[in-house]
C-alpha cells in the first residue's frame, strides 16, 4: 500500500490524462497534496498539472 504522499505523486502524474476532473477543495488537498487558496487553485492547476482549460 502507498503512502499518502506517494499516492499523491502518482495521482499528480495520472492528472495529465485526465479531461474532466470535478474536485473541491478538500480533494486537491488528500489527493494530489494540493493545499491553496480557492482563488489560487487554478493557478496552481496549471501551473503543477499544466491543465488546459478551466470551466
Known amino acids: 500500500m502507498l503512502s499518502k504522499e506517494q499516492a499523491q505523486v502518482v ?3 495520472f492528472m495529465q490524462y485526465v ?4 474536485a473541491n477543495d478538500e480533494d486537491f488537498e488528500a489527493t494530489l ?23
Open 33 to 55: 497534496g494540493i493545499h491553496a487558496l480557492m482563488e489560487t487553485y487554478l493557478q496552481v492547476l496549471i501551473r503543477l498539472i499544466r491543465i488546459k482549460r478551466v470551466c
Open 19 to 22: 479531461d474532466v476532473c470535478i
Open 11 to 13: 495521482m499528480r502524474d
